[in-house]
């Protein structure tokens, strides 16, 4: 399956923005998704993940309570949609994928398929 992510940009602290990632080549709703962030310096981090029916969620405990995992499966589509943004979340956002069952994988060698990262830069 091929990733694409999208929908980064340059905003401020407390502002919101929605992530996309856009799949293809695969059957989407046999794929757990998940998306990390690595940030300068810093190893890639898990930041959350969904299952294939989007019941099933998972997230890092930096941004629970401000983003948002869901995925729209006629659209082949994943989001992040991350309120109340900080400082700390400035990174690389990467959409990441699996098949099979859902685990609540947070290593990102448990990812099979990447996209290309989209920037996400938080100023104060």
């Known amino acids: 399956v091929q990733l694409q992510a999208s929908g980064g940009g340059l905003v401020q602290a407390g502002d919101s923005l929605r992530l996309s990632c856009a799949a293809s080549?695969?059957?989407?709703?046999?794929?757990?998704m998940g998306w990390f962030r690595q940030a300068p310096g810093k190893e890639r981090e898990f930041v959350a993940n969904i299952n294939g029916s989007g019941v099933r969620k998972a997230y890092a405990d930096s941004v629970k309570g401000r983003f948002t995992i869901s995925r729209d499966n006629a659209k082949n589509t994943v989001y992040l949609q991350m309120n109340n943004l900080e400082l700390g979340d400035t990174a690389v956002y990467y959409c990441?994928?699996?098949?099979?069952?859902?685990?609540?994988?947070?290593?990102?060698?448990?990812?099979?398929?990447w996209g290309q990262g989209t920037q996400v830069t938080v100023s104060s």
């Open positions: 990441a994928a699996f098949y099979g069952n859902y685990v609540a994988r947070t290593s990102a060698s448990g990812y099979d398929y």
């Open positions: 080549g695969g059957i989407f709703l046999s794929y757990v």
